[in-house]
């Protein structure tokens, strides 16, 4: 199954009372396991989570640790991105160069990377002291 596939699949199961608007996230590992998410709101905003939040909660419960590639869908006119606190997530666990992929449940496509869609994230190297 692709991750396009995987993410399609699980956007199915997002928990959205208050917004109708699902999202599906599925992300690779160096190691070629998948790991998805989607998002789950609640009715104390914002304490939802973002489907790309899920899966790397998904991947981190899992035990794996490094992102080769990940793939984020919603029904949107336009491939979504993911908000800030995600862009971050992905960060942490996923190089500069890491491709993503954008894409509508229409078949609109967006490639691009982590560095990209954060550019001078924040790292451990700027927690080091001397």
Do not use: W
């Not at 699949?9 to 599925?26: L, T």
């Amino acid at each position: 199954m692709s991750l396009l596939d995987a993410a399609r699949a699980v956007r199915e199961n997002a928990y959205v009372p208050y917004s109708r608007f699902k999202v599906g996230a599925a992300l690779r590992c160096p190691d070629g396991t998948v790991h998805v998410g989607c998002n789950v709101e609640n009715v104390a905003y914002p304490e939802g989570t973002c489907a790309e939040a899920g899966a790397i909660a998904a991947m981190a419960a899992a035990g794996g640790r490094e992102i080769a590639e990940i793939c984020v869908i919603a029904d949107s006119p336009v491939p979504v991105s993911p908000c800030g606190g995600c862009r971050q997530k992905l960060a942490e666990f996923a190089g500069p160069d890491v491709p993503v992929v954008l894409a509508t449940t229409d078949g609109a496509t967006y490639h691009t990377t982590v560095g990209a869609l954060l550019p001078g994230a924040f790292d451990r190297a700027q927690m080091a002291r001397s």
